[in-house]
């Protein structure tokens, strides 16, 4: 039978629809409990009405992060995913700090990664904690009751879980939770399963950082050096005060810009086009691009500043014993990350500080920066926390630069009303932060068996950590790990491989773009492995697979994605008429992901990607949907990128201002996208960005089975046409 319950019962038992059972983590992170959230860190509350919500500690730019954490929850309290409602959790390091960090942030694919085990824990503590509340108040055993579907039954009783929330608030916390066994998953891995922000997004409820608007709010607007290390002499306003709308305009006491106040967005704008402005550029990076292409590749033909591998060691013996030496030098430009959502925030008073409202990816840099600049303690700045509309790594940068515009902004203009900092496209084309531009030499020794005796690879570009907050954790004996990732630590069998690193010091400002070091090594080690196979007579599958033999659960996974990627494109076949095949395989923030691109057409005429095969290992699959989803948008992003994007200059300034010079991926280009998941119950990781390193050596080897080899990027710069 059901049980029933009436108004007065439910009030009188004290589980009104107020109550909640709240599950989280003490400091010291075992698991609390209450009806409330002092003392813990809320991870999941279960209301009195039944309302299941789980709080998001990371943000959520597209990459499914609400939907993947969401999950976690509805599988342990055995419910489907649409009655888990999300909400971000506030700025707070010490309650949701990402484990993998220490700070809280978003970033290096680590959500799922990081919270995988804190959200089932503490939805299986909930439904632990609510089983043994209806169990007492049946007078059953904990064994005979089960939560099914969002309600408590037990032989012929049956109740909505909210009813024993109060009840479950006030029992002991399990120290160790069971966890659901795998086989029972019905929710994770589930491939029906949805994203949970699609319907927000759809019909416009979601709340972005570029849709605040606070009673009071003005908007601000920077007017930056034309060339990166440029410093304010002086600025003109007198026509600026012309355009309706506009307020005043102020220099940062940086001498890095002026920032324009107006009432709306199109007259700080104006406003800002109309100023007069006077720059110093004595200390600035004046080079063209031709300049800095030689500048690095003489980097990569001396002798390296850095041995990237911990110690010194020379492959030139294994070389010169080589039966066969391939050499190649690369050059790869800049590159925008390019969020659809350009880049702002809004910072207003509050009874105790401060307020940021933005979709950051950072929430403890931005407190710091804030910190910094209005001299406020971080616990007196709440960050609100909202959708973004892209970051690609973008909305953190090692030195929030955005974010101490804001508050320079804020600050200026007397810290009193709220105030929108508003970044244009062409603001974040012509002076954001890139991923830098590099420059690969490799030598590469064959034996006479035609596999690898010897590899000697140079790589030259800019350091990312060095002089952040981060350097301390990521550079080690001179050498930003982010510059060589994917070199150094190559899944293949490389005897006798040196890697040697030189830093190229600049004032353009640079940022972890999406999968970092990655998006150039698994370019330049890819398309290398391919040229030692077409060398070596071998096919470029077998051959990294005959380099993938030491047995390591690594190299398995590698190797296992790639014979999965081959056989679903069909690789032991002749591919149709006028079509070609290039395959490469790369592991990136623990997922082995590897990619089979098709082609047709031809370089002079318009080359055509008809299809793209991906096979991905992530472990657990959460959310095969948004893995799908993630591994499609990370290819595009990749082949985008390699096919046409670059981030050049003309006397140290940025040639290209928006989507119609700095082009990126169209929706024709490719035909098809197939993602092929790798089963697995070892722990989950992240999917957000492993996708892009070995889509544009695929693409490069394709084309390189009849045509040109691409060494330099993008490919249009060689004479390379797509249709």
């Not at 301390?472 to 040697?500: A, C, K, W």
């Not at 040109?708 to 060689?718: A, D």
């Amino acid at each position: 039978m059901t049980v029933a319950v009436s108004r007065r019962a439910f009030l009188q038992t004290g589980v009104a629809a107020a109550s909640v059972l709240t599950i989280g983590f003490r400091p010291d992170h075992t698991l609390a409990a209450g009806a409330g959230t002092q003392g813990l860190t809320p991870f999941v509350k279960v209301t009195g009405d039944g309302t299941v919500t789980a709080i998001i500690k990371h943000f959520e730019c597209g990459q499914g992060v609400t939907t993947g954490l969401a999950t976690l929850i509805a599988e342990e309290l055995n419910i489907p995913l649409d009655q888990v409602n999300v909400e971000f959790a506030p700025a707070d390091v010490e309650k949701y700090r990402n484990l993998l960090f220490g700070i809280q942030g978003t970033g290096g694919s680590t959500a799922m990664a990081n919270s995988y085990m804190q959200y089932r824990t503490a939805g299986a503590a909930a439904r632990t904690m609510l089983i043994a509340a209806a169990a007492a108040a049946w007078d059953v055993p904990e064994s005979r009751v089960k939560l099914i579907n969002g309600h408590l039954v037990s032989d012929n009783k049956t109740a909505p879980m909210g009813v024993f929330a109060a009840a479950a608030a006030a029992r002991e916390v399990p120290a160790a939770p069971v966890l659901k066994d795998p086989a029972e998953f019905s929710v994770i891995g589930n491939p029906e399963t949805r994203r949970r922000d699609s319907g927000p997004k759809i019909d416009g409820t979601a709340q972005f950082a570029m849709d605040v608007h606070l009673d009071g709010q003005i908007v601000a607007v920077m007017k930056r050096s034309p060339r990166f290390g440029g410093t304010l002499v002086s600025f003109d306003d007198s026509a600026a005060r012309a355009v309706p709308g506009f307020i005043r305009a102020a220099a940062l006491p940086t001498q890095t810009a002026v920032v324009v106040y107006a009432h709306d967005t199109w007259a700080a704008f104006q406003a800002r086009d109309a100023l007069a402005t006077e720059w110093d550029f004595s200390d600035a990076d004046n080079r063209s691009s031709d300049e800095m292409r030689s500048d690095l590749l003489a980097m990569v033909k001396t002798e390296a500043q850095f041995d990237a591998k911990g110690v010194v060691r020379d492959a030139s013996a294994a070389l010169d014993g080589a039966t066969q030496v391939i050499e190649q030098e690369f050059f790869l430009p800049y590159l925008a990350h390019a969020p659809m959502e350009p880049l702002n925030c809004t910072i207003a008073p509050s009874p105790t500080g401060v307020t940021l409202y933005d979709g950051t990816q950072m929430p403890t840099g931005a407190q710091q920066a804030l910190s910094a600049v209005l001299g406020i303690p971080t616990d007196k700045i709440a960050v609100q926390s909202l959708y973004a509309g892209g970051t690609f790594g973008r909305r953190a940068s090692p030195d929030a630069d955005y974010h101490v515009e804001a508050a320079l902004a804020f600050a200026l203009n007397g810290g009193a009303q709220p105030v929108k900092l508003v970044w244009s496209r062409e603001d974040d084309i012509t002076g954001g932060y890139y991923r830098p531009s590099v420059a690969h030499r490799v030598r590469v020794g064959l034996g006479a068996d035609g596999h690898i005796v010897g590899w000697d690879h140079r790589v030259a570009g800019q350091s990312i950590f060095k002089g952040s907050g981060f350097e301390s954790f990521v550079v080690q004996n001179g050498v930003d790990s982010t510059s060589v990732e994917g070199v150094r630590d190559t899944l293949y069998d490389i005897p006798g491989q040196y890697v040697g690193l030189t830093d190229e010091s600049t004032p353009i400002t640079v940022n972890w773009w999406r999968s970092v070091g990655h998006s150039h090594t698994a370019y330049v080690m890819e398309t290398m492995m391919d040229m030692a196979a077409h060398v070596a007579q071998r096919d470029p599958v077998e051959f990294r697979l005959a380099h993938l033999t030491s047995g390591s659960a690594d190299q398995n996974r590698l190797a296992g994605v790639l014979r999965l990627a081959a056989e679903k494109a069909g690789w032991d076949q002749q591919p149709l008429p006028g079509r070609r095949r290039g395959v490469a395989a790369h592991k990136s923030f623990g997922t082995y992901v590897a990619e089979v691109v098709e082609i047709s057409g031809d370089v002079e005429s318009g080359l055509v990607i008809e299809k793209v095969i991906c096979a991905v290992d992530c472990g657990t699959p959460v959310n095969p949907d948004v893995i799908a989803a993630q591994m499609e948008s990370a290819i595009g992003y990749g082949l985008g990128h390699v096919m046409r994007s670059q981030i050049s200059f003309s006397n140290g300034e940025v040639d290209q201002s928006n989507f119609p010079d700095y082009e990126t991926l169209r929706i024709s280009d490719i035909k098809a996208i197939e993602t092929h998941i790798v089963p697995s119950t070892a722990p989950p990781s992240g999917v957000g960005e492993p996708g892009t390193p070995p889509a544009g050596p695929a693409l490069a080897n394709a084309i390189a089975v009849d045509g040109p080899r691409i060494t330099e990027l993008p490919m249009t710069s060689q004479d390379v046409n797509f249709a």
